[in-house]
């Protein structure tokens, strides 16, 4: 009985330092820079981005999918909007930001309503917002 309790302990104990380690991922009060988010969620085929433009190119979208690479977005698109301007003006880095992060949540909204126009259309605009906070903010 004394040698399963200690198992037990053992396995907790090193469960804790596993789930606590730097490596196992970012935890939720670490704030993730503006690079590691384009990179994540727009960066490539496998961006974030990339999968929801995938899914929703077909009629028959895989909606559970779409809504949590939606939340994904929001999650990091989040921090992007509190975070600081990488270059030119703060107030309209987390202008342009916050309004990006709108366009997510109402592609969030879009797929929870399972909306195959809204969803693309919401698609549009976010694709469409890059240009403008590139030109302001993006380091040369």
């Known amino acids: 009985m004394r040698s399963l309790i200690c198992a037990a302990s053992v396995l907790g104990i ?6 606590t380690s730097p490596s196992a991922g970012a935890r939720d009060d670490e704030k993730p820079s503006v690079e590691h988010i384009m990179k994540k969620l727009y960066k490539g085929k496998k961006a974030t981005f990339a999968e929801i433009k995938a ?12 809504e949590a690479d939606a939340k994904t977005m929001e999650k990091y698109l989040g921090f992007l909007s509190k975070g600081k301007a990488p270059r030119g ?5 987390e202008k342009l ?5 709108n ?6 909204h879009a797929a929870e309503a399972k909306d195959l126009d809204q969803a693309r259309a919401a698609v549009k ?7 403008s906070c590139h030109q302001a903010h993006r380091p040369q």
């Open 89 to 93: 003006d703060q107030a309209h880095f």
């Open 14 to 19: 090193l469960t804790a330092m596993v789930l």
């Open 103 to 108: 366009d997510v949540t109402a592609l969030d």
């Open 125 to 131: 605009k976010i694709g469409g917002s890059c240009k």
């Open 97 to 101: 930001a916050g309004a990006h992060l």
């Open 55 to 66: 899914q929703l190119k077909g009629e028959s979208p895989d909606w559970k999918k779409v």
